[in-house]
């Protein structure tokens, strides 16, 4: 497994969080300055989704950070970017930079997509009974949206926060966050808390825990033969494979919620020659570390089956899972924030993946899920619910008025 872990320090803990700074802060008047600008979020969420920014298109993608960058400076904050090869740029907005050495709060997003360019041609942004719809409108256009009218009703109110507050927005994560992983890395490793713009789930819950992801590639090498002439000469890659996959399913473990899930199959080229190669891909789902060390373990100790037979494993675990502990103390008074904002709280756990599981693997309060309400997805029904934005955003700015 290629993530580190880091022990929890002294304020990493539900200390980062003070009473004294809780009780001051007034949510109900952060929540009005929200509903006051909710013309400008909805406006600003056309403005986001019409930019259409999937994550194997750079040039798109870095449309929409220069319209994060634009926003973060009306905001009063400034930026940094950068670039690496095959994405779109990564950037950085800094708030309330030199309060005294403090530890900032991370606030993390990404603005790529899963919709290709051309989209939005035949799922145009729409306001439909009170809901928004279009690409990426709720994943994750609309918590980029929050965020910035969080740190702008902040700034309008003149609220300063005791930390500085950092908004880092990766530009690949729907494809793996291989790019930018190691910033991400980075940004978690300065931070006393990081809070995830991921939308969120059901009814508006956040999110306290993610399963970790991994992707694995076997392939089977044989001997090409005829199949009919000298079936006996050959060695057979896919029933190699075949009895592999019987072995991989066995790994499962759906009780403690560890999953594989065998997604693609190759091989042969002929149905009268013996294949001399095949391969799959597996997709793992793990709640806990421990269980990714498990999987490695049992995944690269396969071994062939047939004699003249021979395997090759590549891949591994690439997001950790992000375990309730690392974000409960945040979501009890993210709770008690709610309530005051006229928000009832829940916390659910995702089998999905985000980049809130390096931040948490670090050992970083994390809590997730704080994006916009809405449903579906990287469906064609994806939508926003335009009513929950100024509720999420007062949220979010009272969580960083009291952090």
Not at 297 to 312: H, M, V
Not at 347 to 363: I, K, P
Request: hydrophobic share 40%.
């Amino acid at each position: 497994m290629n993530y580190e872990r880091v022990k929890l320090n002294s304020e990493n803990s539900s200390s980062i969080i003070r009473n004294s700074e809780f009780n001051a802060v007034d949510p109900q008047r952060i929540l009005a300055r929200c509903l006051s600008d909710q013309e400008w979020m909805f406006k600003s969420l056309r403005k986001a989704v019409e930019i259409e920014s999937p994550s194997n298109s750079p040039h798109a993608v870095n449309r929409m950070v220069k319209f994060v960058a634009r926003e973060v400076g009306r905001a009063g904050g400034t930026t940094k970017t950068w670039s690496r090869s095959g994405a779109g740029m990564a950037v950085l907005g800094e708030f309330w930079r030199g309060q005294g050495g403090a530890k900032p709060v991370l606030i993390l997003g990404h603005t790529d997509t899963v919709w290709e360019m051309g989209t939005l041609a035949r799922m145009r942004f729409r306001l439909q009974q009170g809901r928004a719809y279009g690409p990426g409108a709720l994943d994750m256009k609309s918590g980029i949206v929050c965020a910035l009218q969080a740190l702008r009703a902040l700034r309008a109110l003149e609220i300063r926060p005791r930390r500085p507050a950092r908004l880092f927005l990766n530009s690949d994560e729907e494809i793996g966050s291989h790019a930018y992983a190691d910033l991400i890395r980075a940004e978690a490793k300065r931070a006393c808390a990081c809070l995830v713009l991921e939308p969120a789930a059901q009814g508006g819950a956040l999110k306290t825990a993610r399963k970790g992801v991994g992707e694995f590639r076997i392939v089977a090498r044989g001997r090409s033969a005829h199949a009919g002439i000298d079936p006996a000469s050959g060695v057979n890659a896919i029933i190699e494979l075949a009895h592999q996959i019987v072995r991989i399913e066995k790994f499962s473990r759906n009780r403690r919620g560890i999953t594989l899930n065998v997604g693609v199959i190759q091989g042969g080229t002929r149905s009268n020659v013996v294949p001399e190669r095949a391969s799959v891909s597996v997709d793992v789902r793990i709640p806990r570390l421990r269980d990714g060390e498990a999987v490695e373990r049992r995944i690269f100790g396969l071994k062939a089956t047939q004699p003249g037979a021979r395997l090759e494993v590549g891949g591994g675990i690439n997001r950790p899972p992000m375990e309730r502990r690392m974000a409960i103390d945040l979501f009890r008074r993210a709770r008690e924030l709610g309530l005051k904002l006229g928000l009832e709280l829940e916390e659910a756990s995702t089998g999905g993946g985000s980049d809130g599981n390096f931040t948490a693997a670090l050992g970083v309060p994390t809590l997730d899920g704080l994006g916009g309400v809405g449903d579906g997805a990287h469906a064609l029904n994806e939508h926003v619910i335009v009513s929950s934005l100024p509720h999420r955003a007062a949220l979010l700015a009272t969580l960083l008025a009291t952090i």
